[in-house]
């Protein structure tokens, strides 16, 4: 993967997620210490971000590399007007491999076709986010043992929600993982994401409420609502506090079901929830640490 940059889950056949996986892991047990000294890393961010940006520069540092960046496009030139393919063509001279977060859907395919250095895709609007799949995949592969075979539901604002968007299609690819979409109507998982998915041969189901379910689950993956995304606050205001996932919850979903959230969390999942065995969505957080160690070593080609 030495030179390649990341920027749709969809550009990867299951044997590379199942690399990246592994080798997120050898990584966990302490493989590969200082495999990016001397590398610098380039994050440039113009949406807000917290776990993303932070667990790139601690996985960056931790193995011995530096990192460059700003995390507000308010302090970059963006603000004067200059283009993405500007500051992209222009940073990719200061660094070997950069990290884009940016507001437009195909941002970060832009920039990859100007960039000198591998570009990681650290969210394009509501498109995708390929290395929070990355993550989410280690974690339900740590924590439930395996990938097929799962029944995984995923709650909330599939329609803007771009981790729900890439790790839908990252599972289509392994074997018998049955998906349960679980949203508000106007919140459903997009029309040609589901095509993709009938054509992939997926079992999918969709429902309104939790309490519709008739069997349990393995997982289920909870997003926030993505405010930022509406066009009308209005209809933003329908929706919120739509949905609530707390203790209660369980009954529906199975006492085993595993509880993931790419978070940040807002109201969708009760903090009664955090003391409970089903809540890995903190450990979930924290497994973004080895994952993009991996994917860090792997595109500036100092893992194989
Ligand atoms: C997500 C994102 O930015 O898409 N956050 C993250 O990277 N962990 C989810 C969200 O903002 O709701």
């Known amino acids: 993967m030495s030179g390649r940059s990341i920027v749709s889950i969809r550009d990867f056949p299951r044997e590379e997620i199942e690399f990246v996986i592994g080798k997120a892991l050898e990584v966990k047990q302490g493989r590969h210490a200082d495999a990016l000294q001397g590398k610098v890393l380039a994050t440039l961010f113009f949406e807000a971000s917290t776990r993303t940006r932070l667990s790139f520069e601690a996985a960056m540092v931790s193995m011995g590399g ?12 963006a603000k004067k007007g200059e283009s993405l393919s500007d500051t992209v063509r222009t940073v990719c001279g200061y660094c070997d491999v950069m990290v884009i977060r940016h507001p437009v859907e195909g941002a970060a395919r832009r920039a990859a076709e100007v960039s000198g250095v591998p570009v990681l895709n650290a969210g394009d609007g509501a498109n995708q986010h ?11 592969q740590q924590e439930c043992g395996q990938i097929d075979g799962l029944r995984i539901g995923m709650l ?40 993709d998915l009938v054509a992939r041969g997926i079992h999918f189901q969709e429902h309104r409420e939790i309490d ?44 085993k079901v595993r509880v993931m959230h790419p978070l ?10 955090d003391s409970l065995p089903n809540a890995i969505y ?23």
């Open 66 to 77: 530096r990192v460059i960046g700003f995390a507000d496009a308010n302090v970059s030139s």
């Open 130 to 140: 390929p290395t929070q799949t990355f993550l989410d995949l280690v974690t339900i």
């Open 212 to 255: 519709e379910l008739t069997r349990p689950l393995d997982v289920l993956y909870v997003t926030r609502i993505q405010k930022e995304r509406f066009a009308d606050l209005l209809e933003y205001e329908r929706v919120a506090g739509a949905y609530r996932v707390g203790p209660k919850s369980l009954e529906h979903l199975g006492e």
């Open 156 to 195: 909330g604002d599939l329609k803007y929600g771009r981790t729900v968007h890439s790790l839908a299609i990252a599972l289509s690819l392994f074997k018998d993982v049955e998906m349960v979409f679980i949203s508000p109507p106007s919140l459903r998982m997009p029309e040609d994401t589901l095509e």
């Open 282 to 304: 903190f450990r979930q957080a924290h497994n973004g640490i080895p994952t993009r160690q991996a994917l860090l070593g792997l595109v500036t080609g100092r893992i194989q």
């Open 264 to 273: 940040p969390r807002v109201d969708e999942i009760s903090e009664q929830m």
